[in-house]
């Protein structure tokens, strides 16, 4: 099995909202990632955790806020967001040294 | 520093035809280099990897790369395009000090004509 689950596919939320993006995989990675990618460029890392710990933020808005309750599971938290934080949201896991698996994507409109 | 470049924002290629999408890379070291391929509204697919070894890679839906250290380069090639390999395609290449951080190219549009 490698696939990567993503939930929900679409998410539209005002700029007060409080909302969650899921993913899981069981593939026994020990490394997960979220990326954002705007259309047509490429995916932009924001977090990654290797083992259950955050190894790199890459200086993302705290309005962003991820956890990683096991090994298979990785949430995103997301607040107060600004129209401009609108993308396709993409979720990974690798092993270490190889290739990543990705999420279908979660579509994240803010109005 | 860890970077790649795609030369080319969009590649046209006739069905039947063989195709090249080209990647450059700057790493100091032995690279650990990634093709991706990605369809609208999707997620990115893993293609094939180049790690060490034989320099011509084969992956999946027929794709193959060729690595070149001289040219520093990482070309995906396939012998004969189809309609449905029009997609998003995206080179990367693994950091070297922090082994989860990937660094990718700017993504080349593959059209293949009937």
């Known amino acids: 099995d490698t696939e990567v689950t993503q939930t929900p596919k679409h998410l539209v939320m005002g700029m007060t909202n409080k909302k969650s993006l899921k993913c899981e995989q069981h593939?026994?990675?020990?490394?997960m990632y979220w990326y954002k990618q705007k259309a047509k460029k490429p995916p932009e890392l924001m977090f990654v955790y290797s083992y259950e710990k955050l190894s790199i933020n890459e200086s993302v808005p705290s309005r962003f806020s991820p956890e990683c309750p096991n090994s298979s599971l990785l949430n995103l938290h997301l607040h107060a967001l600004q129209p401009e934080d609108s993308a396709l949201y993409l979720c990974a896991s690798s092993q270490v040294n190889s290739e990543q698996y990705f999420g279908p994507g979660t579509r994240l409109t803010v109005t | 520093a860890q970077s790649v470049a795609q030369p080319e924002d969009q590649v046209n290629v006739a069905e039947g035809n063989p195709l090249t999408v080209k990647c450059t890379y700057s790493?100091?070291?032995?690279?650990?280099l990634f093709w991706y391929v990605q369809y609208p509204n999707r997620g990115l697919q893993f293609l094939l990897k180049?790690?060490?070894?034989?320099?011509l890679v084969k992956g999946s839906y027929g794709f193959e790369a060729e690595f070149n250290k001289s040219q520093t380069s990482f070309h995906l090639k396939k012998p004969s395009a189809l309609v449905s390999d029009s997609a998003l395609y995206f080179c990367a290449v693994r950091g070297r000090y922090n082994f989860n951080k990937f660094y990718f190219g700017s993504g080349t549009k593959l059209n293949v004509k009937p």
């Open positions: 593939m026994g990675h020990r490394a």
């Open positions: 790493v100091s070291g032995n690279p650990y």
């Open positions: 180049y790690i060490t070894g034989d320099n």
